[in-house]
C-alpha cells in the first residue's frame, strides 16, 4: 500500500494483508512520513524496492512487550533514537532536563528514553534473540567507534558494542541500507556483512578485516586521552568514501570494532529519486488528537535542495555523518515538490527555505571530488578559500527564481544558513544582490562565532576581518536597494580556545556593534566533532597542541553573560568576569564601560541601549529568537538537514 501510511499496528498488516513484515523500524521519534524525517526516507526507500516495512514509533521503553507491537520480522530490526541524538534531545547544556520535545506528539516530553539506541536494542534482544539488529541515525552514526560522552564525562565503548546490535550503517544510509537488506534476502548471515561501505561491524580477529588502519586500544585511550585525539584524527581523516580507509579499534584480544568506509555520494538522478518517493508529508493520523509534532512546523514549507557540507566548522559532526562532499537535487525535482506545498491547504504563500547544512552549497567544492574524493589533509574554505576551490552561486540562483516564479509563490526564503566566506570567494558577486532583493525578510542571519581570530581557528572559522568584508558589503548593497534588513550574528560562548580576555573581547565587539544578543549558543561537546575531541582532550587533534578549556560551569556562565552583559541579571556574573580578567576598566561611566559601578542606581554600561537596526555594518540589535518575517521562529538549527537517514 503505497499511498498510505506504513504500518503501526497488527490492524493494519491485516489491513494491507501482510502476514510478515521483511523490516520493523523501530523509532525515537514519532512517526512522521516526511522526507526532512530519517525514518520516512529509510522505510520509503526499502518500500519502493519491494521489501515491506513497519514502524514502531516510541515504544514504551519500559516495556519489551512494546517492541513485538508488529510481530517478528522477516529479514531484520531497524532501530534508530530519530533525528536527533537522545541526549541532546532530553538535556541542555547545562545538563538540565528539557520539558519538551518537538518530536513527540504535542511537543511533550518523556516519549523516547536516554540512550535510545542501546535501551532499544536490549528490548530487542529480550524478545528476539536471533533476528538480526541494524542501529543507525545521528545517535548511532555519531557514536560508531570509542567517543567522548558529555554527560557521563567519560569516553565510552563504541554503540554497537553498549547496544549489542549486529551492525550499524552510519551516514547518510540509503545504500548501505539496500545492500545489507540484499544481503539478508539472500540467505547471507549478518556476522557475514563485514565489508559493506557506510557500516560498522564486529569481529574476533583481524582477519576478518584485511587492509585496515589499526586505531589506538579503547583501554589505552581511556587511561590515556591523548590517544583518544590521535585517534580521532585519523577517523576524521578517512570519511571520505573515495581515499578513507577501513578502521579497526580494539577492545580486546577478540574484539574488534571495524568501520568500513564511507558509503559513495548519491547522483543528483539518485537524490531525487530519494525525494520523490510517496510520502504522507505529515505525521500519522494518530497524533491529531494531541495537536500533531511540532518538528514538523519548521520543515512543512521547506525544500531540502542539498546535503553534505564542505564547511567544515569544527563544533558542527557533518564531516562525520553526512561528509564533506555535496550531493545536490536537480531543479526539476525542486520544482516539482515546490508545486506540491503550494497545494497543501495550509499554504500561505511563502516557501521558507532552499537549502540544507549550507544552503548555497550547490556542487561539490571542486571537480575532483565526486570521483577522487576530498582532500584528507586540507580543507575547502579554511583557513583560506583553497585555490581550487569552485565558488559560484550561479546554479542556486536559477533555481531561486524559478521557484519564485511558481504560482501561488509570494516569497521563498533561505534559512538555513549561507556561508559568508564563499559568498564573498564568488568573484562574480551576483549572488548578495540576489539574497538581498528577494530572499530576506528584515533580517539575515549568519554566523561568526566570535571576533576572536585565536578562537575562530578553533572553531574553524575564517578571520574575523573577513565577516567584516561580508557585513559592510551586506550593508552597502541593502542601501543601494533601498531596503532596510540587518544581519543578525550567531555568537558562541565558552569554545575551547576562548579564555576570559577572549570572551570579554567578544562583549567589547557587542557594545561597538550596538548589539544586544536575545540567545547566546553555549557550546555543547556533542559526539564526534573536533571541538569536542578539544574538550575532552585539551588538544587540537589537528596539531596535538594544547588547547585551554573552559569547562567550570560557573566560568561558562561567566562568559554567556558577558555577551549578554546589559541584561541586569547578569550583573553579578559580568562583574566577576571583569576583575577575573583584569579590565576593571570597564566598570564606570566612560562611553567604553559594559557596566557602571556597583550602587550608582544603573546595572548597564555607558553605551545607550541599543534598538532594533541601529548596529553598525548593518548588525540588528534582535537576537536568535526574534523573526521579523511573522513566521513561526526557528528553534531546530538545521537539525531536519543534518539528521540521519535511517
Excluded at 506504513?6 to 520493523?24: C, G, H, I, N, T
Excluded at 512543512?300 to 555523518?321: E, N
Excluded at 572553531?459 to 548593497?477: D, I, M, N, W
Amino acid at each position: 500500500m503505497k499511498d498510505g501510511f506504513l504500518p503501526v499496528s497488527r490492524a493494519d498488516m491485516e489491513k494491507q494483508q501482510l502476514e510478515q513484515l521483511d523490516f520493523v523500524y523501530i523509532s525515537g521519534d514519532a512517526y512522521v512520513d516526511h522526507p526532512s524525517f530519517g525514518a520516512a526516507i529509510i522505510t520509503r526507500l526499502l518500500q519502493s524496492k519491494g521489501y515491506t516495512v513497519g514502524i514502531i514509533p516510541q515504544p514504551d521503553y519500559r516495556d519489551a512487550e512494546s517492541i513485538t507491537a508488529l510481530g517478528e520480522p522477516r529479514l531484520a530490526f531497524l532501530v534508530s533514537a530519530g533525528n536527533m541524538d537522545s541526549m541532546v534531545n532530553h538535556y541542555t547544556v547545562a545538563k538540565k532536563r528539557r520539558r519538551t520535545d518537538a518530536y513527540s506528539p504535542g511537543g511533550e516530553g518523556g516519549h523516547r528514553p536516554d540512550r535510545a539506541v542501546i535501551v532499544y536494542c536490549n528490548l530487542i534482544r529480550q524478545k528476539y534473540k536471533e533476528v538480526p539488529v541494524i542501529a543507525g541515525g545521528i545517535e548511532a552514526s555519531l557514536r560508531r567507534l570509542a567517543h567522548y560522552d558529555y554527560w557521563s564525562d567519560s569516553l565510552r565503548r563504541s554503540i554497537l558494542l553498549e547496544s549489542g546490535a549486529d551492525l550499524i550503517s552510519y551516514g547518510m544510509g540509503e545504500r548501505s541500507i539496500l545492500a545489507i537488506a540484499e544481503a539478508l534476502d539472500q540467505g547471507v548471515p549478518v556476522r557475514e556483512l563485514t565489508d559493506i561501505p557506510g557500516t560498522v561491524c564486529k569481529v574476533r580477529s583481524l582477519e576478518r578485516a584485511e587492509d585496515c588502519i589499526l586505531l589506538p586500544d579503547y583501554r589505552d585511550m581511556v587511561k590515556d586521552r591523548k590517544k583518544y585525539a590521535e585517534s580521532f584524527y585519523i577517523q576524521y581523516c578517512n570519511t571520505d568514501p573515495f581515499q578513507g580507509k577501513r578502521l579497526a579499534e580494539p577492545y580486546s584480544d577478540h574484539c574488534y570494532v571495524v568501520q568500513n568506509p564511507a558509503s559513495k555520494p548519491l547522483t543528483m538522478e539518485e537524490m531525487d529519486e530519494v525525494y520523490g518517493l510517496p510520502y504522507q508529508r505529515t505525521w500519522h493520523p494518530m497524533y491529531e488528537e494531541a495537536g500533531g509534532i511540532p518538528a514538523l512546523a519548521e520543515v512543512k514549507f521547506s525544500l531540502t535542495s542539498c546535503r553534505g557540507c564542505f564547511g567544515a566548522c569544527s563544533f558542527c559532526a557533518l564531516t562525520f555523518h553526512q561528509g564533506r562532499i555535496v550531493q545536490a537535487r536537480s531543479h526539476e525535482s525542486l520544482i516539482r515538490e515546490a508545486r506540491i506545498l503550494t497545494e497543501d491547504s495550509g499554504f500561505k504563500g511563502y516557501i521558507h527555505d532552499v537549502g540544507g547544512p549550507t544552503a548555497d552549497f550547490r556542487e561539490p567544492a571542486c571537480k575532483k571530488q565526486m570521483t577522487k574524493g576530498a582532500c584528507p589533509g586540507r580543507q575547502c574554505l579554511f583557513p583560506e578559500p583553497c585555490p581550487n576551490l569552485k565558488a559560484d552561486h550561479e546554479d542556486y540562483i536559477t533555481l531561486l527564481r524559478k521557484l519564485r516564479a511558481l504560482p501561488r509563490v509570494k516569497k521563498v526564503f533561505i534559512r538555513s544558513g549561507i556561508r559568508f566566506d564563499y559568498v564573498l570567494a564568488d568573484k562574480k558577486s551576483r549572488f548578495l544582490e540576489e539574497l538581498c532583493r528577494y530572499h530576506v525578510s528584515g533580517q539575515l542571519k549568519v554566523a561568526p562565532e566570535h571576533v576572536s581570530d585565536r578562537v575562530l581557528a578553533c572553531l574553524g572559522k575564517p578571520r574575523h576581518a573577513v565577516y567584516e568584508e561580508f557585513a559592510s558589503r551586506y550593508r552597502k548593497t541593502n542601501e543601494r536597494l533601498g531596503l532596510k534588513q540587518y544581519l543578525v550574528p550567531y555568537l558562541m560562548s565558552s569554545h575551547p580556545g576562548c579564555t576570559m580576555k577572549e570572551a570579554v573581547e567578544l562583549a567589547e565587539y557587542c557594545r561597538d556593534l550596538k548589539y544586544m544578543p536575545e540567545q547566546v549558543q553555549d557550546f555543547y561537546p556533542t559526539p564526534s566533532t573536533i571541538s569536542t575531541c578539544m574538550y575532552c582532550t585539551g588538544l587540537d587533534p589537528r596539531n596535538m597542541q594544547p588547547v585551554y578549556v573552559p569547562r567550570d560551569p560557573h566560568e561558562k556562565a561567566m562568559q554567556r553573560a558577558l555577551i549578554q552583559y546589559r541584561d541586569p541579571k547578569n550583573r553579578a556574573l559580568v562583574e566577576e568576569a571583569l576583575k577575573k580578567a583584569g579590565r576593571t576598566d570597564l566598570i564606570g561611566y566612560g562611553p567604553k564601560c559594559l557596566l557602571r559601578p556597583a550602587g550608582s542606581g544603573k546595572g548597564r554600561g555607558g553605551a545607550p541601549k541599543p534598538q532594533v537596526g541601529q548596529g553598525r555594518d548593518g548588525a540588528s540589535s534582535q537576537g536568535r529568537g526574534k523573526n521579523t518575517s511573522g513566521h513561526k521562529k526557528k528553534t531546530i538549527r538545521n537539525i531536519h538537514r543534518r539528521s540521519s537517514q535511517k
